[in-house]
């Protein structure tokens, strides 16, 4: 029983103890340092331990450093802080613009911008697909055209949001395709691209295409380069 109670004693002193900086352990990717965790949360250090809000420092957290999860957890032993992060992996360029600059990064599959400093390097040289104009309310719809392009034999090039969030695709055979302002399409537009898509190599049209406009998907036009 004595023993027991020194145990619980101990720990309970630990807790009471103060964390340092340096007292902050990052598991899961090199890309993040401890600067990245102060400078991104509202915690101020030193800080007792056991003052420190776990799920709170998650939400703060998530978002900056464009992570996909964060846990948080209060350790005894070793004494300190551990943060482990599932990072985004990159499946095409982005850019955004944030109080008239543009911002350069990435974008996940989900559709989520992903900060430069903070994207993971293996597959960067590999990644084909630009999208401009990027804003967190174009993330659905953003995930179903990169989810396309995994399934179906679709090469998009560049995904465009015009300033007034008019939605514009580059297609390497069909072209420029413009899709409009209505979200609620998406599906039934990517159905259509891909039903022509396939038929148009059938034939060989598809190197004649100027546009498609798909803004009405029950009435595509079709406009074609003339000699």
């Known amino acids: 029983m004595l023993i027991l109670f020194l145990s619980t004693s101990l720990i309970s002193l630990k807790t009471l103890k103060k ?7 990052i598991s899961g990717s090199e890309l993040f340092s401890q600067n990245d965790v102060v ?8 800080i007792r331990l056991i003052f420190i ?10 978002q900056p450093l464009s992570l996909k999860n ?3 957890n ?9 943060v482990h992060v599932n990072t985004r992996i990159p499946i095409a360029y982005g850019e955004r613009i944030v109080n008239n600059e543009k911002i ?9 911008f992903i900060n430069k ?17 990027w804003e967190e309310k174009f993330q659905k719809i953003l995930s179903e055209l990169l989810i396309a392009q995994e399934n179906y034999e679709l090469e998009i090039d560049k995904i465009t949001f015009s300033p007034n969030g008019f939605l514009t695709l580059e297609e390497e055979n069909l072209n420029t395709i413009f899709l409009g302002f209505n979200p609620n399409l998406i599906n039934y537009q990517i159905q259509i691209i891909n039903y022509l898509n396939n038929e ?3 034939i060989n049209f598809s190197e004649k295409i100027d546009n498609i406009d798909l803004t009405d998907p029950n009435n595509p036009k079709i406009k074609v380069f003339k000699p």
């Open 19 to 25: 964390v340092n900086i340096q007292d902050i352990r």
């Open 39 to 46: 400078n991104n949360s509202s915690l101020k250090f030193p």
């Open 53 to 62: 809000k776990t799920n709170f420092l998650e939400k703060e957290l998530k």
């Open 70 to 72: 964060v846990s948080v």
């Open 74 to 82: 209060r350790q005894i032993f070793p004494f300190g802080l551990r």
């Open 104 to 112: 350069s990064g990435f974008i996940d599959k989900d559709g989520v």
């Open 117 to 133: 400093q903070y994207a993971e390097k293996s597959n960067l040289e590999s990644l084909t697909i630009k999208v401009f104009g």
């Open 200 to 202: 148009f190599k059938k």
